[in-house]
């Protein structure tokens, strides 16, 4: 792991620290330590500008048909710069799949063929890990059914903390929105779709459904709103707080399965920035209830990251879609059932499709 210091010519890590000074048509890099030394020179690359007025469009590279689990889509608007925005510091002992000191968002957009000015569009939000290229797997079906389908990047979680994914999603959105006559888009019929990390936040964006109180102002345009007309979130988590409950009832028995879920290393204590040792989901609920002024702070943090808490009769329409076995990380059923009640409470229509089978 590399750490900025300053400005933007040391470099530290654990070890040593590495220094980069500007030569005629590159960088030096001088490393002088202990531990190791090293000088070297490489030519900066040449840089692609992206700007408004570009009418490049980049198709995907061919894949090898050993690999291709599916026929790829083609983007009409490939790489649509959105905003650039800070990246939290990596933490030891966690995985970080987007090092660095800032993050460019960007989207990819694909057309259905004979589409009209104005498409209806289905954002797709990937899982941890994923990026602006992936597109969910019922793209070509959405496409043969005349909607617009557009792939967002957002912050990690980890480091990230909540809620940058969030305003990183919802930012997105209103971009896309606000350039609708530039993409081909229908502004007032907008839809989100995602599994795991990306469940999590179309499940959150469809709750919330364009809160002030959670737009954030990443990638600016103020005057539009991320408020969607229906979503679908496959295998989310919905409620922070039973996360831990809900595991334990679904693999009795096995507390490291507990652990993974409160533990002081566990996603969603990464998600309130509450992780490392002597902290954790477990460790904060331990602590609630009293007069604890850090405790109270971070019990509001982590409701406000959990859709259920935001379900109201303004929610959008939506489909929860849970399989009853593993998934990457170990969501449990019971968080989409948790949810749907609380969309039938509220008297907002929903679904809710399980199975025994598989993650979905």
């Given at each position: 792991?590399?750490?900025?210091?300053?400005?933007?010519?040391?470099?530290?890590?654990?070890?040593?620290?590495?220094?980069?000074?500007?030569?005629?048509?590159?960088?030096?890099?001088?490393?002088?330590?202990?531990?190791?030394?090293?000088?070297?020179?490489?030519?900066?690359?040449?840089?692609?500008?992206?700007?408004?007025?570009?009418?490049?469009?980049?198709?995907?590279?061919?894949?090898?048909?050993?690999?291709?689990?599916?026929?790829?889509?083609?983007?009409?608007?490939?790489?649509?710069?959105?905003?650039?925005?800070?990246?939290?510091?990596?933490?030891?002992?966690?995985?970080?799949?987007?090092?660095?000191?800032?993050?460019?968002?960007?989207?990819?957009?694909?057309?259905?063929?004979?589409?009209?000015?104005?498409?209806?569009?289905?954002?797709?939000?990937?899982?941890?890990?994923?990026?602006?290229?992936?597109?969910?797997?019922?793209?070509?079906?959405?496409?043969?059914?005349?909607?617009?389908?557009?792939?967002?990047?957002?912050?990690?979680?980890?480091?990230?903390?909540?809620?940058?994914?969030?305003?990183?999603?919802?930012?997105?959105?209103?971009?896309?929105?606000?350039?609708?006559?530039?993409?081909?888009?229908?502004?007032?019929?907008?839809?989100?779709?995602?599994?795991?990390?990306?469940?999590?936040?179309?499940?959150?964006?469809?709750?919330?459904?364009?809160?002030?109180?959670?737009?954030?102002?990443?990638?600016?345009?103020?005057?539009?709103?991320?408020?969607?007309?229906?979503?679908?979130?496959?295998?989310?988590?919905?409620?922070?707080?039973?996360?831990?409950?809900?595991?334990?009832?679904?693999?009795?028995?096995?507390?490291?399965?507990?652990?993974?879920?409160?533990?002081?290393?566990?996603?969603l204590s990464c998600m309130i920035g509450w992780d490392g040792p002597g902290r954790g989901l477990g460790e904060?609920?331990?602590?609630?209830?009293?007069?604890?002024?850090?405790?109270?702070?971070?019990?509001?943090?982590?409701a406000d990251s959990s859709p259920i808490s935001h379900v109201s009769r303004?929610?959008?329409?939506?489909?929860?879609?849970?399989?009853?076995?593993?998934?990457?990380?170990?969501?449990?059923?019971?968080?989409?059932?948790?949810?749907?009640?609380?969309?039938?409470?509220?008297?907002?229509?929903?679904?809710?499709?399980?199975?025994?089978?598989?993650?979905?």
């Amino acid at each position: 792991q590399v750490y900025r210091r300053g400005d933007d010519t040391v470099f530290e890590t654990e070890l040593f620290s590495a220094v980069k000074r500007p030569r005629a048509g590159g960088l030096e890099l001088f490393i002088d330590s202990p531990s190791a030394r090293f000088s070297g020179f490489a030519k900066v690359p040449g840089l692609m500008l992206l700007g408004e007025g570009s009418t490049e469009i980049k198709k995907y590279p061919p894949q090898p048909a050993a690999e291709r689990r599916r026929p790829g889509i083609e983007s009409d608007f490939r790489s649509v710069y959105v905003a650039t925005v800070p990246l939290a510091r990596g933490r030891r002992g966690l995985a970080n799949p987007q090092p660095g000191s800032t993050l460019d968002l960007f989207a990819d957009i694909a057309l259905p063929k004979g589409g009209s000015s104005a498409n209806p569009c289905i954002v797709e939000i990937h899982g941890y890990g994923g990026s602006h290229h992936d597109f969910p797997i019922l793209a070509r079906e959405l496409l043969d059914e005349g909607f617009a389908v557009a792939s967002i990047d957002y912050r990690i979680n980890p480091p990230n903390v909540w809620p940058a994914m969030m305003h990183d999603a919802c930012g997105a959105i209103r971009f896309l929105k606000a350039n609708s006559a530039r993409f081909r888009l229908d502004p007032e019929r907008f839809g989100v779709v995602g599994g795991s990390a990306g469940g999590h936040l179309s499940a959150m964006l469809a709750a919330a459904n364009g809160d002030p109180a959670l737009e954030g102002s990443v990638g600016g345009n103020a005057s539009w709103s991320s408020r969607i007309k229906a979503a679908a979130a496959y295998f989310p988590w919905t409620d922070i707080f039973s996360f831990g409950e809900d595991i334990r009832a679904l693999y009795p028995g096995q507390p490291e399965r507990i652990l993974d879920a409160d533990g002081p290393f566990s996603p969603l204590s990464c998600m309130i920035g509450w992780d490392g040792p002597g902290r954790g989901l477990g460790e904060l609920k331990r602590r609630m209830g009293g007069r604890d002024p850090e405790a109270a702070a971070l019990a509001a943090l982590a409701a406000d990251s959990s859709p259920i808490s935001h379900v109201s009769r303004d929610s959008a329409p939506t489909a929860f879609v849970h399989g009853i076995f593993d998934y990457g990380v170990r969501i449990p059923m019971n968080q989409s059932v948790r949810i749907f009640e609380a969309y039938a409470r509220a008297g907002v229509k929903s679904l809710l499709l399980c199975n025994d089978c598989g993650p979905f």
